[in-house]
């Protein structure tokens, strides 16, 4: 971003902070960034894209930083990690951008909030990948649930050291947390229990992302069960699903009560967590189309 467009992006992020974003029009920054509409509209297509480069320059910024950080250090050091997870809160904290965060979440703007989520996943998918890479690969499968607790652990403490004008440490709450974390991780693996399942985990990634999941998708999926070790019931509910899948007009009064008893009857077997996953696909789909 160059100088002059940077100016007129923070212009309209101090407006957006003071005012809130329904509230301030294109007219409040150019004329506040001493600027004419036709410039605004060379550096932004809308009030909206100008939101989405703020955030687009927040994380590039941040993985910059992230990545000038981890030059030359070990992709284990736990140090480095508590460094390069302070960073991306230090710019948002530096910005007042939490500010934003919630205006829009709170806002009647669906682009935004949804620019917001994405941004989110996006950093919930690089902690993960760096919790793997300092923790190793036995906790993969825990990794990403990890990071949605740690992230609410984190959110909500420096809310109240926000919300109480208290001082803190930033680093030494990440190191804390961290440990909090590490102790859950080795509970989930010796236990081998997960609050979220894989098809939850991608059902909730292809929404954000904005994937369509289609007709086509599902039943590619279904080619993935061997059907020759269902029981009679099971394989009748399988084949009542696809059968209905493959009509022309998906009667969902007809398709959605037979997923229950479907995914009751892999409950506690090898094919829970893809029986889970397949269902979700049919339930985003029958609801998206």
Not at 182 to 208: P, T, W
Request: charged share 30%.
């Amino acid at each position: 971003m160059n100088e002059r467009k940077k100016h007129v992006a923070e212009t309209a992020l101090k407006l957006f902070q003071e005012k809130g974003i329904q509230h301030t029009s294109i007219q409040d920054i150019v004329k506040a960034a001493s600027i004419s509409k036709g410039t605004f509209y060379n550096y932004f297509s809308s009030k909206n894209d100008c939101v989405a480069e703020i955030l687009e320059d927040l994380r590039y910024e941040a993985s910059q930083r992230r990545i000038a950080a981890q030059i030359g250090k070990a992709r284990n050091d736990r140090t480095i990690f508590i460094e390069q997870i302070a960073i991306f809160i230090k710019l948002q904290e530096e910005k007042h951008l939490y500010r934003l965060f919630e205006a829009i979440l709170h806002s009647n703007e669906a682009d935004l909030k949804k620019l917001v989520l994405k941004h989110r996943v996006h950093d919930m998918e690089w902690l993960t990948q760096r919790l793997i890479e300092v923790r190793g690969e036995s906790v993969r499968p825990y990794a990403f649930e990890g990071v949605v607790l740690f992230t609410g652990m984190m959110q909500h403490t420096l809310f109240v050291h926000r919300y109480t004008n208290s001082s803190y440490h930033l680093e030494t709450v990440i190191d804390i947390l961290l440990s909090y974390l590490e102790d859950i991780l080795k509970k989930m693996e010796r236990d081998q229990h997960l609050l979220l399942n894989d098809g939850a985990i991608q059902q909730f990634r292809s929404q954000v992302e904005h994937r369509t999941i289609t007709k086509k998708d599902v039943l590619s999926y279904a080619e993935s069960f061997d059907v020759a070790h269902f029981y009679e019931e099971q394989k009748d509910l399988f084949d009542a699903i696809l059968e209905e899948l493959q009509k022309e007009r998906i009667r969902k009064a007809v398709l959605l009560p037979l997923l229950k008893p479907f995914q009751a009857s892999a409950q506690d077997t090898t094919m829970e967590d893809t029986v889970q996953t397949f269902i979700n696909m049919i339930w985003y789909y029958v609801h998206s189309y």
